[in-house]
């Protein structure tokens, strides 16, 4: 059985995701979000449930 471990050129992973990432996203702002690296400002109260500190109230 043949298997791709055995080939010569391996399989570059990397340049295959960096492929697909710039055909997907317009900005590298759009990559690093997407892949997690920069993460979009929230508002924590809005996460807030019961038995959580909401400002000083419980």
Do not use: C, H, W, Y
Not at 26 to 47: I, M, P, V, W
């Amino acid at each position: 059985m043949k298997v791709s471990s055995d080939e010569d050129d391996p399989v570059d992973v990397e340049a295959i995701t960096q492929r697909v990432l710039d055909a997907e996203f317009s900005s590298d702002e759009q990559k690093a979000r997407f892949l997690g690296e920069q993460t979009e400002e929230t508002n924590l109260s809005e996460f807030a449930g019961p038995g959580l500190n909401k400002a000083g109230q419980g």
